[in-house]
Every structure is written in structure tokens, then in C-alpha cells.
């Protein structure tokens, strides 16, 4: 059962969430696409051509995008969404490969080149011009979404994730943050993670399942926040 908090001697459900490091890059990744078009109908058209894109892939941008847009980044009590600080990290690094790939484009170099690239040494502070690149978003995100907790409980979760389900180190601490901080829903656009948890996490409670953004978003649609 979602956690029940009371406000105003009301008890209320308040259903919490943590989001995956490539559901706030793809949001960030889009956003960026976004600020590419000039006009108002520019970016209206982009974001409906994004939304009827029939490419899956493609199309996870959009979706990471409107979740994040419209569900995080509005006034809901009843909901609560997590991120990671691991998470952050991680987004930053796959910032970093797209700027690893514009340069690639602007300097013809073939793509059988990215791993090599990827273990050169850039410029400094080539990762600090990313993240103010990215700065205000960031920052809105920390303004509607919640630093998720640490504790050495983690460890023993994410030992079982990782020994019983054959997780990454980075996806079993993540999901054991999502257990211990009494999440319903983790949020990701991983394939294999929506795949083994797409029902539940099983044995490990409190259980938890694996969402895309679009599921999120169908499921809780009733919940929806206003559009500002």
C-alpha cells in the first residue's frame, strides 16, 4: 500500500516515486532539441511530431518529457518523486556523450571512434559548461523533486538485487532506494528493468514496480495536475 500522510487531521495517500537517471536525460536531451526551433509554432509543431512519432525510441523523449513537464514539475499532493544523487551523476554523463557526439558530427569523425573519444582527456571544465548549460532545469527539478535517502539498509537491498536478479551495481542501488524510501513506482526507460519488474519486485518489500513514463502517466491519468 502507498504511504498515508495526514494533513489538517486528514489522512491522505501519497503515492512516491523515484526517477531513473535516462528518464531526466532524455527530459534535459529534449529540451535542448526544444530550443533549437525559433517561433511558438515551431516548438508546438516539434512537441506534436515528437508525440506522434512512430518510433519507440524516438518517442521515449517525448514521453520522459511530458512526464516530467506535467506530472513532477506541477503542484500534486498526491504524489511524491525521488531522485538520486547517483542519478544526477549519471545524468551528467550521458550528457557528456551527446557533447562527445556533436563534436564527432562538427569534426566528421566516424562513429567507430566514440569509445575512444570517450576515454580522452576534454577540456577543463568542460563538464561544469554542461551542467550550466542544463543549470535551470536542474534547479527545477530539485524545487518539485526530493533528494532520496541513504542509509547502510541499502547495501543488504541491493545485494539481493544484484544476487538474485543480476542487476548493474548503479540499477541495484538505485532500486534499493526506491524500496527504502517506501516508493510505489520506479520510473525508467530501461527495457530489461521494465521487463524483470514490470509486475513488482517480488519477495522485496516493500514492493515496488518498474514504469515506463508513459505508463506512469496512463495510470495516474485521473490524478493529472492542471496545465499551467
Not at 528518464?23 to 525559433?38: C, D, E, P, R, T
Not at 512537441?47 to 521515449?60: A, D, F, G
Not at 513488482?200 to 493529472?224: C, H, L, Q, Y
Request: proline share 4%; aromatic share 14%.
Amino acid at each position: 500500500m502507498p504511504p498515508v500522510k495526514k494533513v489538517g487531521g486528514n489522512a491522505r495517500i501519497v503515492i512516491k516515486s523515484l526517477i531513473d537517471s535516462n528518464v531526466i536525460a532524455n527530459w534535459l536531451i529534449f529540451h535542448s532539441l526544444l530550443a533549437q526551433k525559433q517561433t511558438t509554432k515551431e516548438k508546438n509543431d516539434f512537441i506534436e511530431q515528437q508525440r506522434t512519432n512512430s518510433n519507440k525510441y524516438i518517442k521515449t523523449f517525448y514521453q520522459s518529457y511530458e512526464f516530467v513537464e506535467h506530472f513532477v514539475c506541477r503542484e500534486n499532493k498526491g504524489f511524491e518523486f525521488y531522485y538520486s544523487p547517483l542519478v544526477m551523476t549519471e545524468v551528467l554523463s550521458v550528457l557528456f556523450e551527446k557533447y562527445i557526439l556533436r563534436y564527432m558530427d562538427r569534426n566528421f569523425i566516424p562513429i567507430e571512434e566514440f569509445y575512444r573519444l570517450r576515454k580522452e582527456k576534454f577540456p577543463k571544465g568542460t563538464y561544469l559548461d554542461i551542467y550550466l548549460k542544463n543549470k535551470e532545469y536542474f534547479n527545477k527539478l530539485k524545487k518539485h523533486a526530493k533528494i532520496a535517502r541513504e542509509s547502510k539498509e541499502l547495501f543488504g537491498i541491493a545485494g539481493v538485487f544484484i544476487s538474485e536478479h543480476g542487476l548493474l551495481c548503479n540499477d541495484a542501488h538505485l532500486l534499493a532506494q526506491a524500496v527504502y524510501q517506501g516508493c510505489k513506482y520506479f520510473i525508467t526507460n530501461d527495457s530489461e528493468l521494465l521487463e524483470k519488474f514490470g509486475k513488482s519486485t517480488g519477495d522485496i518489500k516493500p514492493p515496488i514496480i518498474a514504469v515506463s513514463p508513459a505508463r506512469f502517466i496512463n495510470e495516474n491519468r485521473k490524478k493529472w495536475p492542471s496545465r499551467r
